[in-house]
């Protein structure tokens, strides 16, 4: 097996148990507006980015709500996940912390390739005071295209400037799979909300159950 000598971290549903607060943030809105959503609608697009997402609702709702009414659905479950975010309730991921620490034991680099805006991103890490843990991240406003688009990876890749062969990827979502998969790096999936369907487990170096296995996973 490789010795991987750099890491790069997904975000959301990997790290920070965020997923379950933007589906409640957004169902919420939903409720008091009138808008028909549930939990399989949100489950169907995970892994994307906000302007994609908010385009789809567009294409959902604006028929029937209108344009404007979409907007305010949109800007007001973003704020509500932000007042989340800011008030504490998104926690790490069961084992984020000791693989960080294992990590700097063995001295292994570690970035953060993200779909999410950066100051989320920001008010999420200092919130829990791991800033400092990663030398670089990326974000939505890095790229041109979010995953599966391989583009966030690409550039991780090239800052941490190692072999392909030393990096791995450590994703949630089956978009972030594909787009490790398809810049030609070795990904490690641990499943949040979805489990992984046939074809996204062929695309992945191994598939753990939580963050607490990768460590026994690096030293294989």
């Known amino acids: 097996m490789p010795t991987y000598q750099g890491i790069i971290f997904d975000l959301d549903g990997l790290l920070f148990d965020t ?3 933007y589906y409640q ?14 939990e399989a609608t949100y489950h169907g697009y995970i892994g994307i980015s906000d302007d994609e997402l ?7 709702y604006d028929t029937d709500f209108g344009q404007e009414k979409v907007n305010q659905f949109i800007t007001r479950s973003f704020n509500r996940g932000i007042e989340m975010f800011e008030n504490g309730e998104a926690h790490l991921k069961e084992g984020a912390l000791e693989l960080l620490t294992y990590l700097n034991k063995k001295r292994i680099s570690k970035v953060i390739a ?10 999420l890490l200092n919130k829990v005071g791991i800033r400092e843990e990663f030398e670089a991240i990326f ?13 966030i990876f690409q550039l991780a890749h090239q800052f941490l400037s190692l072999p392909k062969k030393e990096v791995l990827v450590l994703e949630d979502s089956q978009n972030g799979v594909l787009a490790a998969h398809r810049a030609t790096l070795d990904v490690v999936m641990v499943p949040d909300l979805i489990e992984p369907t046939p074809a996204t487990k062929a695309k992945t170096t191994h598939i753990l159950p939580s963050l607490l296995e990768v460590p026994a996973f690096l030293e294989m």
Do not use: C
């Open 139 to 151: 974000s939505f406003e890095n790229v041109k295209r979010a995953k599966p688009d391989p583009e």
């Open 19 to 21: 997923e379950r607060l």
């Open 54 to 60: 908010w385009r789809i609702y567009h294409d959902l």
């Open 25 to 38: 943030a957004t169902q919420e809105v939903a409720d008091v507006m009138g808008i028909p959503y549930d």
């Open 114 to 123: 993200s779909s999410n805006q950066r100051r989320i991103i920001d008010i």
